[in-house]
């Protein structure tokens, strides 16, 4: 996974300590209802398209960055779904993170979905009830949370309790 710039920077300072750090992930379905996934070239493991923030770039477009960098698909954002912090995360070379995730639904409105760049081995649509395997442990829930958002607008996004 390529690393963002500042992330090397602080890095530079704070070697492998935990760093705090802000991240979206984008549910995004086409017009036949399928989510898109792709197959993460680090783990193996399907997931929703995510990435981390900019300094100073607005969570719903790097959200759709996220998309078209890593897919070739466009997407516009329906809207928030989810604010989840998830586990520390230790990486093979000792980098530790924790990630504050903003989950976004987004629809699919232009593009063939194709491996982008080489965060990706592949990426495809699959139905939800027909996820690939082996799935990512927070794809699930960020699914679950934002069918559950378009079944209840009104109850609002999903905050861990």
Do not use: K
Request: aromatic share 8%.
């Amino acid at each position: 996974m390529p690393i963002p710039e500042f992330v090397t920077d602080l890095r530079r300072h704070v070697g492998t300590e935990l760093l705090w750090l802000s991240g979206v992930s984008a549910v995004v379905f086409d017009a036949a209802d399928r989510v898109l996934l792709g197959r993460r070239s680090d783990t193996g493991a399907w997931a929703v398209i995510s990435g981390i923030l900019d300094p100073g770039e607005q969570p719903a477009r790097a959200a759709l960055r996220e998309v078209a960098e890593e897919t070739g698909v466009s997407a516009r954002v329906e809207a928030l779904t989810a604010v989840r912090t998830g586990d520390v995360i230790t990486y093979p070379n000792g980098d530790r993170a924790q990630y504050l995730d903003l989950t976004f639904w987004c629809r699919h409105t232009g593009g063939e979905a194709r491996v982008g760049d080489d965060e990706s081995l592949e990426v495809g649509w699959f139905a939800t009830d027909a996820l690939p395997a082996p799935l990512a442990d927070t794809t699930a829930q960020r699914i679950a949370d934002t069918l559950a958002f378009r079944s209840d607008p009104s109850a609002g996004p999903a905050f861990e309790r």
